[in-house]
């Protein structure tokens, strides 16, 4: 090393010859890279490996300066071999803000050896890792990054040991940065363990083994696959136990593996599977051909939109979707049929509406000229179309198309009708993202939902007439409040809509006829009156003085169907010895007819002085 008083004599003497003692940058990149080889091997000399990339940052103090590095053999990677500078190498760096995620371990051998990291025995400063990485001759170790190249850094056919490898590696990465890792994660393809071996996460569900759904997953699988491949696949793509997973011990690391696979892609239900279609292009008409061979005559005429322009190119986007099980599900057991429903429901829960469409549209075109038709699924059209929704009455249970169901929030009410099982609403009732697209798509409606009045009053009356005495007030109550609401909302009734009317025995159903019919609606002042109508046979509205009577008039007679009339506007005739009854002059007293009537008064008011004097003083 120069004195500093040698330096000075040679830099004047530099400047006297007009002659410049600084060497270019290319010549420091150069002088570097023969340093380098000099070295020792970074386990014997660390120090000096720090002290030289430091050197090297201040002499080439600026960036651009240091851009002369790219590509020289200066960085010794784990093996101790010179690597070029640049990005493709990384560096594990302890301090700063990547502290935690920095300290994450290398990957598994086999994926390690195609990164390049600077050895660990090698500790820069923090300013220099800075300068060198704006520099970009280096990047810092980030294993989010290598979690999303991990499908470029495997082999095309991994061990089983390698994948079980990756993927303790993936949830060691996850545990320590989970918010960047779940990005990761979508372009990390990792892979798990199945019953017919490795499979993509996201092909594969938990079974029985790991959560609740599974349970219902597994069962249901076990008695479909006897009569579906699709069933039969999705049961060999079921999770092992968690015993036979990398890394678990314990319930606490069960639940995070458990959070952690599902965000890796493992599905907690039933795996939609993707139809195999052409992406095209394919021409508008020939389109038709096409979804009708793949997806069948039955969902063409339930589901296509024509292209409009049928001699023109369009392009698939999206998958047609379905579940395994829905082409068969009808034909399996109550229990496996209860099961499937609650799955679709998770199902929806889950992935809300990305599963119900894909588009045919002219994607070589810009905005409207796309031509853009949305086409239905078959798992859309599935759940629709089918009877796969459970409704229970009592201990019957029936399955129906979505739109014929219901959905009561409190199951104490109307336990004479129609409903989903018990276990089915409790997950209604958690699941508010399935639950709104069932009501809002697929026509299941709400039994409180002032909208579904009308629709209420048609099942309430279907009940009526088989209800015992005990059922009749729960009934004439929802009867009122749907009036109630149908008249808040300002509907139309619908012609086709049956009455609730009473009669002496019970409710009976009044049914739209082709002769006009007659029904009297009755208010608080012509409740006894109404009575005698009852009586006499005559069909009064099932309702209370809780609705305006002239409202419900206007209401009915909106429509031809039925002629409704205010009870007080009745005529009662009473006839005696069949002969209308009628007052005169000439009637004989009554203590004419009865003598004796006015001992019974005395007698009376003797045994119930006290109650008689009672009311008197009321009155």
């Given at each position: 090393?120069?004195?500093k008083?040698?330096?000075a004599?040679?830099?004047?003497?530099?400047?006297?010859?007009?002659?410049?003692?600084?060497?270019?940058?290319?010549?420091?990149a150069?002088?570097?890279?023969?340093?380098?080889?000099?070295?020792?091997?970074?386990?014997?000399?660390?120090?000096?490996?720090?002290?030289?990339?430091?050197?090297?940052?201040l002499?080439?103090?600026?960036t651009?300066?240091?851009?002369?590095?790219?590509?020289?053999?200066i960085?010794?990677?784990?093996?101790?071999?010179?690597?070029?500078a640049?990005e493709?190498?990384?560096?594990?760096?302890?301090?700063?803000?990547?502290?935690r995620?920095?300290?994450?371990?290398?990957?598994?051998?086999?994926i390690?050896?195609?990164?390049?990291?600077?050895?660990?025995?090698?500790?820069?400063?923090p300013?220099?890792?800075?300068?060198?990485?704006?520099?970009?001759?280096?990047?810092?170790?980030d294993?989010?990054?290598?979690?999303?190249?991990?499908?470029?850094?495997?082999?095309?056919?991994?061990?089983?040991?390698?994948?079980?490898?990756?993927?303790?590696?993936?949830?060691a990465?996850?545990?320590?940065?989970?918010?960047?890792?779940?990005r990761?994660?979508?372009?990390?393809?990792?892979h798990?363990?199945?019953?017919?071996?490795?499979?993509?996460?996201?092909?594969?569900?938990?079974?029985?083994?790991?959560?609740?759904t599974?349970?219902?997953?597994?069962?249901?699988?076990?008695?479909?696959?006897?009569v579906?491949?699709d069933?039969?696949?999705?049961?060999?793509?079921?999770?092992?136990?968690?015993?036979?997973?990398?890394?678990?011990?314990?319930?606490?690391?069960?639940?995070?593996?458990?959070?952690?696979?599902?965000?890796?892609?493992?599905v907690?239900?039933?795996?939609a599977?993707?139809?195999?279609?052409?992406?095209?292009?394919?021409?508008g008409?020939?389109?038709?051909?096409t979804?009708?061979?793949?997806l069948?005559?039955?969902?063409?005429?339930?589901?296509?939109?024509?292209?409009?322009?049928?001699?023109?190119?369009?392009?698939r986007?999206?998958e047609a979707?379905?579940l395994?099980?829905?082409?068969?599900?009808?034909?399996?057991?109550?229990?496996?049929?209860?099961?499937?429903?609650?799955?679709?429901?998770?199902?929806?829960?889950?992935?809300?509406?990305e599963?119900?469409?894909?588009?045919?549209?002219?994607?070589?075109?810009?905005?409207?000229?796309?031509?853009?038709?949305?086409?239905?699924?078959?798992?859309?059209?599935?759940?629709?179309?089918a009877?796969?929704?459970?409704?229970?009455?009592?201990?019957?249970?029936?399955?129906?198309?979505?739109?014929?169901?219901?959905?009561?929030?409190d199951?104490r009410?109307?336990?004479?009708?129609?409903r989903?099982?018990?276990?089915?609403g409790m997950?209604?009732?958690?699941?508010?993202?399935?639950?709104q697209?069932l009501?809002?798509?697929?026509?299941?409606?709400?039994w409180?939902?002032p909208?579904?009045?009308?629709?209420?009053?048609?099942?309430?009356?279907?009940l009526?007439?088989?209800?015992s005495?005990h059922?009749?007030?729960?009934?004439?109550?929802?009867?009122?409040?749907?009036?109630?609401?149908l008249?808040?909302?300002?509907?139309?009734?619908?012609?086709?809509?049956?009455?609730?009317?009473?009669?002496?025995?019970?409710?009976?159903?009044?049914?739209?006829?082709?002769?006009t019919?007659?029904v009297y609606v009755?208010?608080?002042?012509?409740?006894?009156?109404?009575?005698l109508?009852?009586?006499?046979g005559?069909p009064?509205?099932?309702?209370?003085?809780?609705?305006?009577?002239?409202?419900?008039v206007?209401?009915i007679?909106?429509?031809?169907?039925f002629?409704?009339r205010?009870?007080?506007?009745?005529?009662?005739?009473?006839?005696v010895?069949?002969?209308?009854?009628?007052?005169?002059?000439?009637?004989?007293?009554?203590?004419?007819?009865?003598?004796w009537?006015?001992?019974?008064?005395?007698?009376?008011?003797?045994?119930?002085?006290?109650?008689?004097?009672?009311?008197?003083?009321?009155?």
């Amino acid at each position: 090393r120069l004195s500093k008083t040698r330096v000075a004599a040679i830099s004047a003497l530099a400047s006297a010859s007009y002659s410049d003692t600084d060497p270019s940058p290319e010549e420091l990149a150069e002088w570097a890279e023969a340093i380098a080889t000099s070295l020792p091997k970074p386990s014997e000399g660390n120090e000096r490996w720090a002290q030289f990339f430091a050197d090297l940052a201040l002499a080439l103090d600026k960036t651009s300066d240091l851009d002369a590095l790219m590509g020289r053999l200066i960085l010794p990677d784990a093996s101790g071999t010179l690597q070029p500078a640049g990005e493709g190498l990384y560096v594990r760096y302890e301090g700063g803000k990547r502290r935690r995620q920095g300290g994450v371990p290398l990957p598994p051998a086999a994926i390690a050896r195609k990164l390049l990291v600077l050895s660990e025995d090698v500790r820069p400063r923090p300013d220099t890792v800075a300068q060198f990485e704006r520099a970009k001759l280096w990047q810092r170790y980030d294993a989010t990054e290598i979690l999303e190249r991990l499908p470029s850094l495997f082999g095309e056919k991994p061990a089983p040991a390698r994948r079980r490898d990756a993927l303790a590696w993936a949830f060691a990465v996850w545990s320590s940065a989970r918010q960047g890792a779940r990005r990761a994660l979508a372009s990390a393809d990792l892979h798990v363990e199945t019953r017919s071996g490795w499979k993509r996460a996201r092909d594969a569900a938990f079974s029985e083994d790991w959560t609740e759904t599974g349970r219902e997953l597994d069962a249901f699988l076990s008695e479909a696959q006897a009569v579906c491949p699709d069933c039969s696949a999705s049961a060999a793509s079921l999770l092992v136990p968690p015993e036979q997973t990398a890394g678990i011990g314990g319930r606490p690391a069960l639940k995070d593996w458990l959070e952690f696979l599902s965000d890796a892609g493992v599905v907690d239900g039933l795996v939609a599977l993707a139809i195999d279609l052409p992406e095209g292009p394919t021409s508008g008409a020939n389109w038709r051909w096409t979804l009708i061979q793949s997806l069948g005559v039955d969902w063409y005429s339930e589901a296509y939109i024509y292209p409009h322009h049928p001699n023109t190119m369009y392009w698939r986007e999206g998958e047609a979707w379905k579940l395994p099980g829905q082409d068969v599900v009808e034909r399996l057991s109550p229990e496996a049929r209860r099961r499937f429903s609650t799955l679709v429901i998770r199902h929806l829960e889950t992935f809300g509406d990305e599963r119900l469409s894909f588009d045919l549209a002219r994607t070589d075109r810009y905005g409207g000229h796309q031509d853009r038709r949305t086409q239905s699924t078959p798992l859309a059209v599935f759940l629709s179309s089918a009877e796969w929704f459970p409704m229970e009455t009592g201990d019957h249970l029936d399955f129906v198309q979505p739109e014929q169901g219901w959905l009561m929030s409190d199951r104490r009410e109307l336990r004479f009708a129609a409903r989903p099982p018990e276990d089915v609403g409790m997950l209604l009732a958690k699941t508010d993202r399935a639950t709104q697209l069932l009501c809002s798509r697929f026509g299941l409606k709400r039994w409180r939902a002032p909208e579904t009045a009308e629709p209420r009053m048609k099942a309430l009356a279907e009940l009526c007439e088989n209800l015992s005495q005990h059922d009749r007030p729960q009934l004439q109550t929802h009867y009122v409040r749907a009036w109630q609401d149908l008249l808040s909302e300002g509907a139309a009734l619908d012609a086709e809509t049956p009455l609730i009317i009473r009669r002496t025995e019970g409710f009976a159903r009044l049914v739209p006829g082709d002769v006009t019919q007659t029904v009297y609606v009755a208010d608080g002042a012509s409740a006894d009156l109404s009575k005698l109508l009852i009586e006499r046979g005559e069909p009064v509205l099932a309702v209370s003085d809780q609705v305006d009577a002239s409202a419900i008039v206007s209401l009915i007679n909106s429509n031809e169907t039925f002629f409704a009339r205010p009870a007080g506007e009745a005529e009662i005739k009473l006839l005696v010895d069949g002969e209308p009854f009628g007052v005169s002059a000439g009637d004989p007293l009554l203590v004419d007819v009865l003598p004796w009537i006015t001992d019974a008064l005395v007698l009376g008011h003797e045994l119930g002085a006290r109650a008689l004097e009672r009311g008197a003083q009321l009155s």
